[in-house]
Nanobody
Framework: VQLQASGGGLVQAGGSLRLSCAASGRTFSSYTVSWFRQAPGKEREFVAGIRSNSGYTPYADSVKGRFTISRDNAKNTVTLQMNSLKPEDTALYFC?????????????????WGQGTLVTVSS
């Protein structure tokens, strides 16, 4: 499967952005998909994940209550709605996919990665 992330941009603190991860491949519905982010000078970190049936959606504590992950298997897309953005949310955001139903925070367990989309939140 090939992934393409989009939707990043520059937004003021308190604003919203909607990231999309578009996937190719007929079996996308069987993949677990997660969003990760990497801020300048920091390690890549898990943000949110979603199972193939959307039945489980864990979030990092830092984004809980502000971000919402969802998917549309018919359209082969996973979306990350980001509200109440803060300057510390500034990062390059990646979507990643893995076969199976488990959602892991470890990036090494994901087989497929998108190219990243930059989110910049100004104060």
């Amino acid at each position: 499967v090939q992934l393409q992330a989009s939707g990043g941009g520059l937004v003021q603190a308190g604003g919203s952005l909607r990231l999309s991860c578009a996937a190719s491949g007929r079996t996308f519905s069987s993949y677990t998909v997660s969003w990760f982010r990497q801020a300048p000078g920091k390690e890549r970190e898990f943000v949110a994940g979603i199972r193939s049936n959307s039945g489980y959606t864990p979030y990092a504590d830092s984004v809980k209550g502000r971000f919402t992950i969802s998917r549309d298997n018919a359209k082969n897309t996973v979306t990350l709605q980001m509200n109440s953005l803060k300057p510390e949310d500034t990062a390059l955001y990646f979507c990643a996919a893995r076969i199976g139903s488990e959602i892991y925070s470890a990036q090494a367990l994901y087989n497929y990665w998108g190219q990243g989309t930059l989110v910049t939140v100004s104060s």
